[in-house]
T-cell receptor, first 113, second 113 residues
Framework: DQQVKQNSPSLSVQEGRISILNCDYT??????FLWYKKYPAEGPTFLIS?????DKNEDGRFTVFLNKSAKHLSLHIVPSQPGDSAVYFCAASALNRDDKIIFGKGTRLHILP | NAGVTQTPKFRVLKTGQSMTLLCAQDMNHEYMYWYRQDPGMGLRLIHYSVGEGTTAKGEVPDGYNVSRLKKQNFLLGLESAAPSQTSVYFCASSPGPNSYEQYFGPGTRLTVT
């Protein structure tokens, strides 16, 4: 079963507009959520995270929102820039899981000029 | 600091051949991980280690073995390669307990013919 779901394989957004990437999870034990960004031929790099005790975390142009009741999180990028074109992975972890994190399948974001 | 490095970057194997992928990190991290990434499948955990001399199975361990003889190195072995093991392999490390952020290497692209 897929515990972390990214239902949109790809997303295209105009440069300067807002990009919203969505993620759903099924395991109520998850207490920490992360977003990773991946360029072609490179390893994923950490972007932003949020603990389950918060509902929002902001870092520059990137904001992650967490809705625990809906088991849903989203990543907002404002304004979108060409360098944001990449694959974004949503990931989740729970206490006592040896710090294993479960990744979603990823969403490919295309920023259009 | 080099961070997480992986050797080799590319490899082509024939079915039944064996090989070892090497991961090295210079951040003194306790935890290390091996993932595989396949199209449409996201990142799936193969094996992981929570310290020198320890290893544990992840989500897709069959056909792979690992060893963590030194803290800085984590080896992934394929004893008898199969075409289903054609993938991009990523190594990652993290500082240790309750540190959810993982640092990834650049990946190894393996093709089994």
């Amino acid at each position: 079963d897929q515990q972390v779901k990214q239902n949109s394989p790809s997303l295209s957004v105009q440069e300067g507009r807002i990009s919203i990437l969505n993620c759903d999870y099924t395991n109520s034990m998850f207490d920490y959520f992360l977003w990773y960004k991946k360029y072609p031929a490179e390893g994923p790099t950490f972007l932003i995270s949020i603990s389950s005790i918060k509902d929002k975390n902001e870092d520059g142009r990137f904001t992650v929102f967490l809705n625990k009741s809906a088991k849903h999180l989203s990543l907002h990028i404002v304004p979108s820039q060409p360098g944001d074109s990449a694959v974004y992975f949503c990931a989740a972890s729970a206490l006592n899981r040896d710090d294993k994190i479960i990744f979603g399948k990823g969403t490919r974001l295309h920023i259009l000029p | 600091n080099a961070g997480v490095t992986q050797t080799p970057k590319f490899r082509v194997l024939k079915t039944g051949q064996s090989m070892t992928l090497l991961c090295a990190q210079d951040m003194n991290h306790e935890y290390m991980y091996w993932y595989r990434q396949d199209p449409g499948m996201g990142l799936r955990l193969i094996h992981y280690s929570v310290g020198e001399g320890t290893t544990a199975k992840g989500e897709v361990p069959d056909g792979y073995n690992v060893s963590r003889l030194k803290k800085q190195n984590f080896l992934l072995g394929l004893e008898s390669a199969a075409p289903s093991q054609t993938s991009v392999y990523f190594c990652a490390s993290s500082p240790g307990p309750n540190s959810y952020e993982q640092y990834f290497g650049p990946g190894t692209r393996l093709t089994v013919t």
